[in-house]
């Protein structure tokens, strides 16, 4: 059994039909009640409050958490005693801690994606370039406004570092990453 938290969330929900749909046994989490595919148990638990979270964490096998609630080191302790043996933890741009760079094996451009894109469909795709002001617009329309700046400032106007190719991603596989165009080819099928 697979327990995703965060369930009906835009992380979640995406994963939670990707489970069922590979035939994974799964329980999806949330506060409130959620529509979730056939065969998809579902559970109201509080991350905020771990000791509610371990009757759905009994017996599990593995669990997708995201960062919410006080004590995560909670949740991880009921995880334990509950017998789950493997954790993905879903961080935040707020979290510390040991820090890994993921990047593809070269710098990409939304022009360059853009392209890959129509690429792998075979067609063309048209790339419009939006001011500062009509992407802070776009974004405030589901973020709250004083979140939109980081984002904006990463997406718009990246600094040297974040253009940098970083290894981590060989480190951790033990293989070269792949590039965006091949990622492009491989999920077409989202994009028709
Ligand atoms: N979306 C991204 O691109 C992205 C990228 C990096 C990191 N993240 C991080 O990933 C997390 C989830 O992102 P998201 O975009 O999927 O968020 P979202 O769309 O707002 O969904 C949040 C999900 O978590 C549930 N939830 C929230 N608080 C909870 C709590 N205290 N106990 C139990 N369930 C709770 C919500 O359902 P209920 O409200 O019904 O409980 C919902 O299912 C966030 O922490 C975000 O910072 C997101």
Redesign the pocket.
């Known amino acids: 059994m697979i327990v995703v938290?965060?369930?009906?969330?835009?992380?979640?929900?995406p994963l939670v039909h990707a489970l069922a749909q590979a035939g994974e046994p799964v329980t999806a989490?949330?506060?409130?009640p959620?529509e979730l595919p056939e065969g998809v148990r579902h559970r109201q638990?509080?991350?905020?409050d771990p000791d509610g979270l371990r009757p759905v964490l009994d017996g599990a096998d593995a669990l997708f958490l995201?960062?919410?609630?006080e004590d995560p080191q909670a949740i991880l302790g009921a995880a334990k005693a509950g017998g789950v043996r493997r954790i993905v933890l879903?961080?935040?741009?707020g979290a510390g801690g040991r820090t890994y760079e993921l990047t593809g094996p070269a710098p990409i451009t939304p022009r360059q994606r853009a392209q890959a894109i129509g690429d792998a469909l075979d067609a063309p795709i048209r790339f419009i370039e939006q001011s500062r002001d009509e992407a802070r617009a776009q974004m405030a329309q589901f973020m709250p406004e004083p979140v939109v700046d980081g984002p904006l400032a990463i997406l718009g106007d990246p600094l040297p570092a974040e253009q940098r190719v970083s290894l981590d991603v060989q480190k951790i596989l033990g293989r070269a990453p792949r590039t965006f165009a091949d990622w492009a080819a491989r999920n077409v099928a989202a994009f028709i």
Do not use: E, F, I, P
Not at 29 to 32: E, I, L, M, N
Not at 90 to 93: A, E, F, H, I
């Open positions: 938290t965060g369930a009906t969330g835009n992380v979640g929900r989490v949330s506060r409130r959620a638990a509080d991350l905020a995201l960062v919410a609630g879903l961080s935040t741009q």
